[in-house]
């Protein structure tokens, strides 16, 4: 996630102060992806020693107010117009646990399997449930959170379709020995 564009993309709309921001990405994603407080203050001194967002007063109350730059909105620009690149796919704990798994003697893979298919499996229904109760209110803001809850459930129920081609192997695997 590139933290750096989100808040480029937030302040866009208005100038907003770090905890703004971060309320404001928080309730754009459903709060999925939370923000730590300092990363949004550190990222905003990188931003600004880059030119792209500028120091834009304060709000009364002590709170530096940043503003985006037309540095910044040609960035965001390219940003939104290019699409994610896939070079460095994002780490998966997931596979990892279990390519771990399938190398360390004593380990009950199908157990993990297993375990891992029930919490995902529940977490899909709850995403599948959040998304039918976001839905039925029927209000333009809420698309943002509807997209970000159908990547969700994507995403999930491709883990789950992955577990069942993980669980075949191994079995596959037990019955050549």
């Known amino acids: 996630m590139s933290i750096r564009h989100s808040l480029l993309a937030l302040l866009q709309d208005q100038p907003r102060y770090g905890y703004q921001l971060r309320a404001e990405f928080e309730n754009r994603t459903g709060s999925t992806w939370p923000l730590n407080i300092g990363q949004v203050y550190t990222t905003l001194d990188r931003l600004e020693r880059g030119a792209l967002v500028a120091r834009d007063g304060d709000d009364g109350n002590g709170h530096v107010v940043y503003s985006i730059t037309a540095a910044g909105r040609a960035e965001i620009r390219e940003w939104f117009a290019a699409p994610v690149e896939r070079n460095n796919p994002p780490r998966n704990e997931l596979a990892i646990k279990l390519a771990l798994a399938v190398t360390v003697p004593g380990v009950d893979i199908q157990a993990i399997i297993q375990g ?4 995902s499996v529940q977490a899909l229904q709850d995403y599948t449930k959040a998304r039918r109760d976001t839905a039925s209110s029927q209000r333009s803001v ?3 959170w509807l997209m970000v809850l159908d990547s969700l ?19 596959q695997q037990a019955q050549g020995k």
Do not use: K, S, Y
């Open 116 to 119: 891992q298919r029930m919490a």
């Open 142 to 144: 809420d698309t943002a």
């Open 153 to 171: 459930i994507f995403q999930t129920e491709a883990e789950v379709r992955w577990l069942d081609l993980c669980e075949a192997r191994m079995i």
